[in-house]
């Protein structure tokens, strides 16, 4: 199945692109989305502990289940305000 | 929902208050008269007594870098949720406040505004404090990043992990917002 996945800010500069579209086991989770990306691009694997993630722009964790067609957000700390 | 809102365009907080003030009348407050009323920014529903508000600039200088200007990012439609989140907390917290926020992204220039939060309710105290848990709670769980490009170079701030469920990061910032 095909997700797309969104990068914010740090992580969208050390990937070149903040948007892409990757192909993923049927029984894929967050986790194993990030995982293939950071074998993709090592440079991410810094933000292991520190990144947040969601799913169709909701909050999500590493251990939720990702569907054909989902957006899988990975973003590093925040700094707004 | 008009109460939150990330926005490109500069901020504009009587404008903000004004929604505000249109804001979901309180069911105690009978007999209001027509909207138009409350067009003034300095003015309340008959029931409030007090605005606070807070507004975030931009700075010419950050750990010792002059800062040029910033870039802020925003992952919108979370960004969305997130504030709306904080909206809902500050009114479970303080039931009797009424909140409002923008933030703005895009390129700001040293001395513009990112960030308006206006809560309004029938006393400062609980006003004072619900704004200051809303900007606290901004920096820990609203999908935004700024870019600061300062004489030299340019960098990502990075603050907190955003985790809208950790309990702890909530707390604190309650009791900095009830200190």
């Given at each position: 199945?095909?997700?797309?996945?969104?990068?914010?800010?740090?992580?969208?500069?050390?990937?070149?692109?903040?948007?892409?579209?990757?192909?993923?086991?049927?029984?894929?989770?967050?986790?194993?989305?990030?995982?293939?990306?950071?074998?993709?691009?090592?440079?991410?694997?810094?933000?292991?502990?520190?990144?947040?993630?969601?799913?169709?722009?909701?909050?999500?964790?590493?251990?939720?289940?990702?569907?054909?067609?989902d957006e899988v957000a990975f973003m590093p700390p925040v700094s707004g305000g | 929902m008009a109460q939150v809102a990330v926005t490109s365009e500069p901020l504009d907080l009587h404008a903000m208050i004004r929604e505000l003030v249109r804001l979901k009348p309180d069911t105690t407050y009978e007999g209001l008269k027509p909207d138009t009323t409350y067009d003034e920014p300095a003015h309340g529903r008959p029931g409030d007594g007090a605005i606070a508000t807070f507004t975030g600039l931009v700075r010419d200088h950050n750990q010792g870098r002059r800062v040029r200007?910033?870039?802020?990012?925003?992952?919108?439609?979370?960004?969305?949720?997130?504030?709306?989140?904080?909206?809902?907390?500050?009114?479970?917290?303080?039931?009797?406040?009424?909140?409002?926020?923008?933030?703005?992204?895009?390129?700001?220039?040293?001395?513009?505004?990112?960030?308006?939060?206006?809560?309004?309710?029938?006393h400062r105290a609980d006003a004072f404090a619900a704004c200051r848990y809303a900007i606290e709670r901004v920096k820990q769980i609203v999908p935004i990043w700024k870019r600061e490009h300062f004489e030299g170079g340019e960098v990502w701030l990075e603050g907190a992990t955003a985790d809208p469920d950790d309990e702890t990061a909530r707390r604190a910032a309650y009791r900095t917002a009830c200190a």
């Open positions: 199945m095909r997700v797309t996945v969104r990068l914010f800010a740090r992580l969208r500069d050390l990937a070149g692109t903040g948007e892409l579209v990757r192909e993923v086991p049927d029984s894929a989770t967050v986790h194993t989305v990030w995982s293939s990306l950071k074998a993709e691009m090592p440079a991410l694997a810094q933000y292991e502990r520190t990144i947040s993630v969601a799913v169709n722009a909701e909050y999500a964790r590493m251990a939720a289940a990702v569907h054909d067609g | 200007f910033l870039e802020y990012e925003a992952y919108e439609p979370l960004a969305l949720r997130a504030l709306a989140r904080i909206v809902d907390e500050a009114q479970a917290a303080w039931p009797a406040v009424r909140l409002a926020m923008q933030h703005r992204i895009g390129r700001l220039e040293v001395g513009e505004g990112s960030i308006i939060v206006a809560a309004m309710s029938p």
